[in-house]
């Protein structure tokens, strides 16, 4: 089986910082990587699919990257209602990360 | 607007069984494969069940495999998740989600304690 590694599990950002977050696949995912926003009480919502790709009406501040076994997510500019849980799918073999809180500081 | 609303979780005893619902609307559900995701408390996601679009092939994580049955009815909309011989590591929200996991309901949550 194919493991996620998500880092970091906690994050604290000022509104207008760049914030980055991480998975990384124990092999080659050949950017089969989806990456979501989880807020409370709500259904996660895919912000960005196979890497790189802009969910339709997610803010372009958010953005993938990455290949092989490396992959990010990236918030050019936190805004208030960014506050969440992130977590990233491999979905070729269905695979989660485990999650990262992201707090304002 | 793709709309997917879980039910049908509660309270139950260990090896007691419950069936999730899970219903389907903005979209062509006959056309998509549908699965089950579960987030034990205070763990991370957990993939457990994944139907085809016309219920032809069926995958189970090992987990639940020969406890769960995923099922599907296409005339209602509506996926199904049959869970049997429930233990405490059951315990969770039980989500269900879109064929490229692109929609997620809100979840659902199953309790399994004595």
């Known amino acids: 089986d194919i493991q996620m590694t998500q880092s970091p599990s906690f994050l604290s950002a000022s509104v207008g910082d760049r914030v980055t977050i991480n998975c990384k696949a124990s092999?080659?995912?050949?950017?089969?990587l989806n990456w979501y926003q989880q807020k409370l009480g709500e259904a996660p919502k895919l912000l960005i699919y196979?890497?790189?790709n802009l969910q339709t009406g997610i803010p372009s501040r958010f953005s993938g990257s990455g290949s092989g076994t490396d992959y990010t997510l990236t918030i050019s500019s936190l805004q208030p209602e960014d506050v969440a849980t992130y977590f990233c799918?491999?979905?070729?073999?269905?695979?989660f990360g485990g999650g990262t809180k992201l707090e304002l500081k | 607007e793709v709309q997917l609303v879980e039910s049908g979780g509660g309270l139950v005893k260990p090896g007691s069984s419950l069936k999730l619902s899970c219903v389907a609307s903005?979209?062509?559900?006959?056309?998509?494969?549908m699965h089950w995701i579960r987030q034990a408390p205070k763990k991370g996601l957990e993939w457990i069940a994944l139907?085809?679009?016309?219920?032809?092939?069926?995958y189970y994580a090992d987990s639940v495999k020969g406890r769960f049955t995923i099922s599907r009815d296409n005339s209602k909309n509506t996926l199904y998740l049959e869970m049997n011989s429930l233990r405490s590591e059951d315990t969770a929200m039980y989500y269900c989600?879109?064929?490229?996991?692109?929609?997620w309901g809100q979840g659902v949550m199953v309790t399994v304690s004595s």
């Open positions: 903005g979209f062509t559900f006959s056309s998509y494969g």
């Open positions: 196979n890497t790189n």
């Open positions: 139907i085809y679009y016309d219920s032809s092939n069926k």
């Open positions: 092999q080659n995912i050949n950017k089969y």
């Open positions: 799918l491999q979905h070729s073999s269905r695979t």
């Open positions: 989600a879109k064929g490229h996991f692109d929609y």
